[in-house]
């Protein structure tokens, strides 16, 4: 006989399912299926209705895992807990079933919708999954410590920094993984961020093995995490840069030339001492400012190298000039400044002042010209005869003496040889190839013929000159003698 419904009055009310069953078939300790004697609304929402009459697990196919539990409870007493799904697709839940055998030898069960838990269990397995994936991965090392500062989980790059297993860290304090002082900057930091509870971040020297590190510390939990990052490279590569910018300010500081830096925009960005003085201004004078600026008159040509840098992005050489007071000339080397990635953020430069030099440079040239007129005027030209390659060397002012609009400033000694009366030009050629054997001086008398067939005379005055032990070169004086007083035909040589 079933149980009048109001048995379970208040079970009516429970918001969870709530099932009243007895065993049916197979015998009291070893049931075929149970026969629901109640169910509340809620079960009735969880399993769907019509759960009272019909064998329960027949009608409900998903529910035939829990015919173990319920038998066992059925058959020992003791109070059972079991999940099982129900439903398909997006209707799927899953439900717990917590089993109690009444004193009339009936199940209580209780379901409970637990979806939504189930599935943030799943969720919180999955990211817990990911997160010690995560970890595994990561560059840096990682150690996760108890509130004793003992070891409990230790990443691959922490067994890398520290040359230790997982197995040889874990239950060990950190200063232990390695020869470290009582007082050391890790123990002071990691203490203080467990006492504390604020995240702590300061860079450390591992004695064993020599490292660099930076380690951040995050408290959690019961413990903390630990982040040690290796920057024993970029620590090196400080020093290096230090030692690098020390070296280069002494060059700078001890260069007599300007050596300077400006940014895209012209401005002066660092000049060496000797480049201001130069400027006839001190550092702090030329900095910031443009050549527009410092010197209007000029700054159109020294703008316009500056842009041609800029646009090549080649080092090219210039002679800039600086008027003034003084004026200065300038030879300028400049090229483009680029970052790590290429990028041009500005231009040097390297100047030297060639002031003295283009003076006497001119002064040269002013000589030169000088000579090269009384040269002219006196119908005379200059004679360089290298011997073992057998090229004559011309002055501009040479092509005359031959009735020629113009000769090369070189030319093979065949060439000139040529231009010999034939009576004369073996023995030119003859006292000239003895040059070569004893340095001395050569005096020749001989004629020439012009390219339009006049005959005229010419005086070689020279003196052959040993070089390296050897007789290199042939210098003298070419002159043209046809208006003076004639002597012997032929080629004569003076005492």
């Not at 999955?126 to 409990?152: I, K």
């Not at 080649?314 to 008027?323: D, P, S």
């Not at 010209?369 to 002219?376: G, I, K, T, V």
């Amino acid at each position: 006989m079933r149980p009048s419904p109001s048995l379970y009055a208040l079970e009516a009310l429970n918001p969870d399912g709530f099932l009243a069953l007895r065993p049916h078939g197979g015998g009291a300790a070893a049931p075929d299926d149970f026969l629901c004697d109640y169910a509340n609304p809620a079960a009735e929402a969880l399993l769907g209705t019509g759960l009272v009459g019909p064998p329960l697990l027949a009608s409900r196919p998903a529910l035939g895992g829990m015919l173990a539990p319920w038998t066992a409870t059925l058959v020992t007493g003791a109070r059972t807990e079991h999940a099982f799904s129900h439903g398909e697709g997006e209707a799927a839940r899953q439900v717990r079933a917590r089993t109690v055998r009444l004193e009339d030898g009936r199940l209580a069960v209780w379901l409970a919708d637990i979806t939504e838990e189930a599935r943030f269990v799943v969720d919180a397995e999955a990211f817990e999954e990911r997160m010690s994936a995560y970890v595994e991965c990561m560059p840096d090392a990682f150690l996760a410590l108890d509130g004793g500062f003992r070891v409990r989980h230790a990443n691959r790059a922490a067994e890398k920094l520290f040359g230790q297993s997982r197995d040889e860290l874990l239950g060990r304090v950190p200063w232990d993984a390695y020869a470290e002082e009582p007082e050391s900057t890790l123990r002071r930091q990691l203490q203080r961020a467990m006492s504390t509870g604020r995240t702590v971040e300061f860079e450390e020297c591992l004695p064993t093995p020599q490292l660099h590190v930076r380690v951040t510390a995050v408290p959690a939990s019961g413990g903390l995490l630990v982040y040690v990052a290796d920057i024993t490279l970029r620590r090196r590569t400080e020093d290096s840069l230090r030692r690098t910018s020390a070296l280069f300010t002494a060059v700078l500081q001890g260069c007599t030339d300007a050596i300077f830096t400006k940014d895209l925009a012209g401005r002066y960005t660092r000049i060496n001492p000797a480049g201001a003085r130069l400027m006839g201004k001190t550092v702090d004078e030329v900095l910031g400012h443009t050549d527009a600026e410092l010197w209007p008159d000029e700054a159109r040509t020294t703008a316009s190298h500056d842009r041609e840098v800029l646009a090549f992005r080649h080092t090219f050489t210039y002679e800039e000039a600086q008027r003034g007071a003084r004026s200065r000339v300038w030879l300028s080397t400049k090229g483009v400044l680029k970052d790590d990635t290429g990028t041009v953020f500005g231009l040097f430069g390297i100047s030297r002042d060639i002031t003295d030099r283009k003076a006497m440079e001119e002064a040269l040239r002013r000589n030169e010209a000088r000579m090269l007129q009384a040269l002219s005027a006196a119908s005379l030209t200059l004679f360089d005869l290298r011997l073992p390659e057998g090229l004559l060397h011309w002055e501009r002012n040479a092509a005359s003496l031959f009735g020629q609009a113009e000769l090369p400033v070189e030319e093979a000694l065949g060439s000139f040889l040529s231009r010999i009366h034939p009576e004369d030009r073996l023995g030119v050629a003859e006292r000239l190839a003895r040059c070569a054997e004893a340095p001395g001086e050569v005096v020749l008398d001989y004629r020439v013929l012009m390219t339009d067939g006049q005959v005229r005379r010419q005086a070689l005055r020279a003196r052959s000159r040993a070089e390296d032990g050897r007789i290199g070169r042939v210098l003298g004086v070419l002159a043209d003698i046809t208006h003076r007083q004639p002597g012997a035909n032929g080629v004569i040589q003076a005492a």
